[in-house]
């Protein structure tokens, strides 16, 4: 089994609707990370959430993390073209490295 | 202020070749690692180095792969005997305090 589980593991929308990718992890988290990845192309770093309940935002994509239920939601508004891509969750586990979900891709339709 | 640069960025060998993929850190940045993505795979941490140090080899497989960072120069990721198992994108990170992890565009390994 997965350390992080992702889903939906695909996702489509239509332009301008919202949308909520998941990320819950079988161990503890001391932080979670949130990356996007273009086909083709390297991850680009959205945010990172360390405390229980925190909450960050970045123009239209605001993530959260609940510590206790060991649980982070990544939710897009309004959702564009440009927010295409796979999104992945990463976990510190308090040592040197990140272990990664597979992925949610995302696909929106104009 | 160049982010983390990965060369090259497409590699084709041949089964038994050998394979060197590049990276050179952020300015600035001490700490280096190494991930895989197989086809249909997440990514997976291979290897985690600083300057002329392994500190972190758990993700790495015992036979054929080893990386170094040498005191002058790219970290360099190394493939010995390649097989079509290798065929994977190979994407270098790097941090300054083992803070937000910066990562290249990747390497693209094909193996005939």
């Known amino acids: 089994s997965q350390e992080l589980e992702q889903s939906p593991q695909s996702l489509i929308v239509q332009e301008g609707k919202n949308l909520t990718i998941n990320c819950t992890s079988s161990k503890t988290l001391y932080g979670l990370y949130w990356y996007k990845q273009k086909y083709g192309e390297g991850l680009i770093f959205l945010m990172m959430l360390q405390k229980g309940g925190e909450e960050k935002s970045h123009e239209k994509i605001t993530a959260k993390l609940d510590e206790k239920k060991q649980q982070s939601s990544l939710h897009i508004t309004a959702s564009q073209p440009s927010h295409a891509g796979i999104y992945l969750c990463g976990a510190d586990r308090g040592g040197s490295r990140l272990t990664f979900g597979e992925g949610t891709q995302l696909t929106v339709n104009p | 202020n160049a982010g983390v640069m990965q060369n090259p960025r497409h590699l084709v060998r041949r089964r038994g070749q050998e394979a060197r993929l590049r990276c050179s850190p952020m300015?600035?940045?001490?700490?280096v690692y190494w991930y895989r993505q197989l086809p249909e795979e997440g990514l997976k941490f291979m290897v985690y180095?600083?300057?002329?140090?392994?500190?972190?080899e758990s993700g790495m497989p015992k036979e054929r792969f080893s990386a170094e960072f040498p005191k002058e120069g790219p970290s360099i990721l190394r493939i010995q005997q390649v097989v079509r198992g290798d065929s994977a994108a190979y994407f270098c990170?790097?941090?300054?305090?083992?803070?937000?992890?910066?990562f290249g565009a990747g390497s693209r390994l094909t193996v005939l």
């Open positions: 300015k600035g940045h001490s700490h």
């Open positions: 990170a790097s941090s300054r305090d083992l803070n937000v992890l910066t």
């Open positions: 180095l600083q300057k002329e140090n392994i500190i972190d």
